[in-house]
């Protein structure tokens, strides 16, 4: 089955630590995204990529880095410079095919301890 | 710039009763259009979207949206709440340009009661 699988569903950061979540998509498709999600506030836009070996920063860069080496793979760091890293964090694609719509993950849920 | 607003933080329906959500949406041209539902702990679904062409457009698990114009809105309702339909629905807008960025509403948790 097509889809987008992220990995851990729980992390546990230590202060100081990076710590990095994984999202892999098997849909072929060329953008993908990174969001954070804390209650009440909707999704907000970390990273984007609209194609292998590009990112952009999005509206909540500041604390995390991305790659993207390969078209399936869009890892998220979160840094030490994270000072507030507790939050869902979701992972969503786009296709070329159907390229106003994204379709998304089922989520990390990072924890500081 | 654009912005997305569902007015309603949450929302207590009973089972059967019907239902509809509210969102707002701030943008120059026709935008595009979605619903998302998300559980607990879960990703978001595609609920619906609207492009172009009839206003009201359907979706899955019984949902359906009317996209008015005069009034910027793109309400989303169901005619009979199943307890499963508890959870929390956004709304969001893609920007009609190249990079099709999306924003989202904050959000309405829907309760179910029996």
């Known amino acids: 089955d097509g889809g987008i699988t992220q990995s851990p569903k729980y992390l546990f950061r230590k202060e100081g630590q990076n710590v990095t979540l994984s999202c892999e998509q098997n849909l072929n498709h060329d953008a993908m995204y990174w969001y954070r999600q804390d209650p009440g506030q909707g999704l907000r836009l970390i990273y984007y990529s609209q194609i292998v070996n590009d990112f952009q920063k999005g509206d909540i860069a500041e604390g995390y880095s991305v790659s993207r080496e390969k078209k399936e793979s869009f890892p998220l760091t979160v840094t030490s410079a994270q000072k507030n890293p507790t939050a869902f964090y979701l992972c969503?694609?786009?296709?070329?095919?159907?390229?106003?719509?994204?379709?998304f993950g089922p989520g990390t849920r990072l924890l500081v301890l | 710039a654009q912005s997305v607003t569902q007015p309603d933080i949450h929302i207590t329906v009973s089972e059967g009763a019907s239902l509809e959500l509210r969102c707002n949406y701030s943008y120059g041209a026709t935008p595009y259009l979605f619903w998302y539902v998300q559980s607990p702990g879960q990703g978001l679904q595609l609920l619906l979207k609207y492009f172009s062409g009839d206003t009201l457009v359907q979706g899955i698990k019984g949902f359906e949206a009317e996209f008015k114009r005069s009034q910027s809105s793109f309400n989303l309702r169901k005619p009979s709440v199943h307890w499963s339909d508890a959870a929390e629905y956004f709304c969001a807008v893609v920007e009609n340009t190249g990079g099709f960025k999306t924003i989202f509403g904050a959000g309405t948790r829907l309760f179910v009661k029996a």
């Open positions: 969503a694609s786009r296709g070329l095919a159907d390229q106003e719509t994204q379709y």
